[in-house]
């Protein structure tokens, strides 16, 4: 089970050459881009990373370091546009898109390697695939972390969210809340990753793979509407035929619910504020548990 990390803001040209020397050797990179609107039209403030092998999140400092967080090079070379731009360093993302379109229109960086995880859990479904899920929603029923843990990384969200219109990823000095907000939407990807690829079916994960590298592509296009209705449908319609469910099926359903009851009781959460996904966006139940994309998006944000 996941810990909440480290993190190492990185601010300064010294500190990120250190930081690519080690990223150009790590085989698995966790990835999450924060910033206000996030996508052509907004900001890229933070790049979080997490590599495979480490539990420590680095927070890239994009607002102070500009270009340079981009095009400085290590001592072999490597930049963070080679690493990010790299195929064979394995990358891993909740919902890529705003951020592909966010890093392409502003720096120029285009995403390779990509795997997007919320592309991985809509292929892994046995059931229907029609909408896809918000990061938030999977971290509450898929990894079952706890009341306590689920709460606090929930709080976090949510406390955040109310802040997110006076962009408070450009704010110096980042305040604590703001680290930990940007800690929570990377460190449980590695578990969700690790879930999601014991249960998908190898067509299923090829499928993902390459519908990944297509979001990645369409976020370069112009007529790319970061904001499209669109963007709450999987790819690949329902996935086949409705299937009945189980006992166990039902009673985890139920479970699910007295979770959310008590959630609610206990915390007393503002009820449109927990309507919210890790995005920024509205997520309902059933048939319409997906992003709408018409509402706010990451980071004013997406988070999960």
């Not at 102070?64 to 963070?80: I, M, P, Q, R, V």
């Not at 449109?272 to 997520?283: A, M, R, T, V």
Request: aromatic share 10%; with cysteine; hydrophobic share 35%.
């Amino acid at each position: 089970m996941a810990t909440c990390p480290e993190s190492t803001l990185i601010a300064t040209v010294p500190k990120l050459r250190e930081l690519l020397a080690i990223l150009s050797k790590s085989s698995a990179l966790y990835l999450d881009v924060e910033g206000w609107n996030l996508s052509r039209y907004g900001t890229v403030s933070i790049i979080t990373i997490l590599a495979r092998s480490s539990n420590q999140a680095q927070l890239i400092d994009v607002s102070t370091l500009g270009d340079l967080a981009f095009n400085t090079a290590s001592e072999d070379g490597k930049t963070l546009r080679s690493i990010l731009e790299d195929p064979s360093i394995f990358k891993y993302i909740w919902d890529v898109r705003s951020d592909a379109n966010a890093l392409w229109f502003h720096y120029g960086v285009g995403l390779c390697g990509i795997t997007d995880l919320q592309l991985l859990e809509n292929a892994s479904r046995s059931d229907d695939k029609t909408y896809v899920r918000g990061l938030d929603k999977c971290i509450q029923y898929d990894l079952r972390l706890g009341f306590m843990k689920t709460n606090r990384w929930l709080r976090t969200k949510q406390d955040m969210k109310k802040l997110m219109c006076n962009d408070v990823f450009s704010i110096r000095p980042l305040d604590p809340k703001t680290i930990e907000y940007c800690q929570n939407d990377i460190i449980h990807l590695p578990a969700l990753h690790d879930m999601y690829i014991a249960r998908v079916k190898p067509e299923w994960l090829a499928k993902a793979k390459e519908e990944s590298q297509r979001r990645v592509d369409q976020a370069r296009s112009l007529e790319n509407d970061p904001q499209s209705e669109g963007k709450k449908l999987g790819p690949w319609g329902s996935g086949g035929e409705k299937r009945l469910l189980t006992i166990e099926q039902i009673f985890e359903t139920w479970e699910d619910e007295q979770f959310e009851a008590l959630e609610r009781d206990a915390f007393e959460y503002d009820h449109d504020l927990n309507s919210l996904d890790d995005d920024g966006d509205w997520d309902q139940e059933g048939a319409g548990d997906y992003e709408d994309w018409g509402a706010l998006h990451s980071d004013w944000d997406k988070n999960s």
